[in-house]
């Protein structure tokens, strides 16, 4: 991969987990309430609105990565986004990681290495 595909596919990568972080630091704050006052209460922290400016910059970024690599190979090399943000979860919310989404996780890490070698 040139320089400029592999800086585009870890920006993805950053961004897309930081927005998932985002949202999810958003979802689980526990003094956010019920109903409609716990979307009031999300609206008003910088967690959503981190969330989507990462979403929106990782899909000025996708579509610039994509732009130089072909669809499949694209998309394959993106799924290392999951195992990015299970990592991520399990580091800031003490998320479990069961052997089972290890495995997975793995399997995962298996494939991106191999589309990324075959290119």
């Not at 400029?4 to 704050?29: C, E, I, M, N, R």
């Not at 993106?78 to 069961?98: D, H, P, Q, Y």
Request: glycine residues 14%; positive net charge.
């Amino acid at each position: 991969m040139s320089a400029l595909v592999w800086t585009l596919w870890s920006a993805t990568v950053l961004l897309d987990t930081g927005g998932q972080l985002a949202f999810k630091a958003a979802a689980a704050d526990p003094e956010a309430g019920d109903g409609l006052a716990r979307w009031k209460h999300m609206l008003s922290r910088p967690w959503l609105w981190l969330g989507g400016a990462c979403y929106v910059l990782e899909f000025l970024t996708w579509i610039a990565f994509l732009s130089l690599v072909p669809l499949g190979r694209g998309v394959l090399l993106g799924s290392i986004n999951i195992v990015a943000i299970m990592l991520a979860g399990r580091w800031l919310f003490g998320e479990k990681l069961t052997p089972w989404r290890l495995a997975g996780m793995g399997l995962i890490g298996a494939g991106v290495a191999l589309v990324g070698a075959g290119a």
